[in-house]
């Protein structure tokens, strides 16, 4: 995944409620193609049509980002991502000692 590889992940959220990273054209294609064929509309196959027309190198991999961003924002499924905790961000609650 070079040159079709995107410059950041988009983060989704799957029908079951977990979040996947979508990395590349490959990536966003599949999650297009399994989409539910009656939640599809215009903006979906837009989203199609740009990452096929990047993949062919008719346009370029931030195009088709861009695309499928709009698609994932536009049926509420974009996420900011998922957030590493580490244990040093945590507050101890008062009068408790971190282990």
Do not use: Y
């Not at 410059?7 to 977990?18: G, H, L, M, W």
């Not at 294609?29 to 979906?44: Q, V």
């Amino acid at each position: 995944m070079t040159a079709k590889a995107f410059s950041r992940p988009i983060f989704v959220k799957n029908e079951d409620q977990t979040i996947r990273e979508i990395a590349c054209i490959t990536d966003a294609l599949e999650f297009l193609t399994k989409w539910p064929e009656n939640r599809r509309g215009p903006i979906h196959n837009t989203a199609v049509r740009a990452c096929q027309a990047a993949r062919e190198g008719r346009l370029t991999v931030d195009g088709a980002r861009n695309a499928f961003a709009g698609f994932a924002r536009s049926v509420r499924i974009r996420e900011a991502g998922p957030v590493s905790v580490e244990p040093w961000m945590i507050t101890p609650k008062r009068g408790r000692m971190p282990i």
